[in-house]
Every structure is written in C-alpha cells, then in structure tokens.
C-alpha cells in the first residue's frame, strides 16, 4: 500500500484553459506564454533564456535538444510528455505537475520548486543538484542514478520510488520517509540520515552501506 500523503500541495490553476496554443518556430529569451494548450507536437532544438510559461498544458510534447536555462513555469501540467535530456537549469518552477513523462537524464540543478507533483515519470539520471525544493510529491517515478546532492529538501513526500544508486550527499533527509521506496544502495553521508524514516528491511542496507554488522 503507497504511504500516506503528509502534505498538501496547491494545484496548477488550469480548470478553465481549454485553447490551443502555437508556439513559434524560434522561442527568444525572456519570451512570455500563457493560457493554453500545446499537444502531440515535437518542440526541437530550442535554446533560449528565462522563458516563462503560466497556465500551459503539455500534451503529448517532445522536447528534443532543448536548453531552456532559467525557465519559469508557473500553473503548468505536462502530460505524457517527453523532456529526456532536457537542460531547465536554475529554474523556477511553482503549481506545476508531471504526470507519465519520460524524464531520463533532465536537468534541474539549482532550481527552485514550490508546490510540484511528479508522477509514474521515468527519471533516471536526472540532476537536482543544488536544487531548493518544498511542498513536493514524487510518487511511483523511477529514479536510478538521480543525482540529489547539495540539495535543500523540505515537506517531501516518497512514494514508491525506484531509487537505487541515486546520490544524496550533503542533502539532509531530515522528515523524509524512504520506507516505501526500493534501492539496493545510495550515495549518501551518515550525518545526512538522521531523522529519516526507513523500513527495518533497509536497515540491513545500510549497515551494509556504512561497514556496520548486524547481530541477530
């Protein structure tokens, strides 16, 4: 059974965006989109700075060599999208969710993210170093290989995650809830896990990770 959610998050404010939206061949830095829909298209080789997007769904997107550095995403879904590779470095991204995309290798470092939902994304080597997170939900994603370090987490809510070798160094897991979440091993400090739950199955994980033994 998946954990129960310790936090609330406030939704995309979306119940009323209903048209279709055309982006135009070339996005320029600082460009300004809002309200409305963009589905079953290829968005390729864009690269452009503090583009801001507010009350948009993406449908269907594939975001192919895109390097939105600074991007501002603001009452945004993303549905079935695929955003694999994609660089949204020092981002800012507030209400916004991520449902079924495929994320392998996205780039997130020095981020800042309020009130996000990612869920059943494949989100293998995704990059959240440096990153400023809170009131976020990651649930049922596949995280092998992440990389979380030097991260500020905060009101985190775990939910069936596959994690295994994703990194955590100098990231507190202070109040975050690993117990439902399947790893082999982590890359992560000793200090850094006080305060974290875990179930007593990882226990063994750990004290293998940090050359402990365990007595029976």
Not at 44 to 51: L, N, P, T
């Amino acid at each position: 059974m998946p954990a129960a959610k310790k936090i609330k998050l406030e939704s995309p404010r979306l119940a009323t965006v209903e048209q279709m939206l055309d982006l135009p061949e070339y996005i320029t830095d600082r460009a300004f989109f809002e309200y409305g829909v963009v589905e079953n298209c290829t968005i390729d080789g864009q690269q452009a700075y503090k583009v801001r997007f507010d009350q948009i769904i993406f449908r269907n997107v594939v975001f192919s060599n895109i390097s939105f550095t600074g991007i501002e995403l603001t009452d945004v879904l993303f549905d079935h999208c695929d955003l694999s590779n994609a660089d949204f470095s020092d981002a800012i991204i507030h209400r916004t969710v991520f449902h079924s995309c495929k994320m392998i290798g996205i780039q997130l470092p020095g981020s800042t993210l309020r009130n996000i939902r990612m869920e059943q994304c494949l989100m293998d080597y995704a990059n959240f170093r440096f990153a400023n997170a809170k009131q976020m939900i990651l649930q049922e994603c596949q995280l092998n290989r992440s990389d979380f370090s030097n991260a500020v987490l905060k009101q985190m809510d775990f939910i069936q995650l596959d994690m295994d070798q994703s990194s955590w160094s100098n990231t507190p897991l202070n109040g975050i809830d690993l117990s439902s979440c399947q790893f082999y091993g982590l890359i992560v400090n000793p200090e850094d896990l006080k305060g974290c739950t875990i179930a007593r199955e990882q226990a063994y994980l750990f004290a293998a990770l940090f050359g402990l033994r365990l007595k029976d």
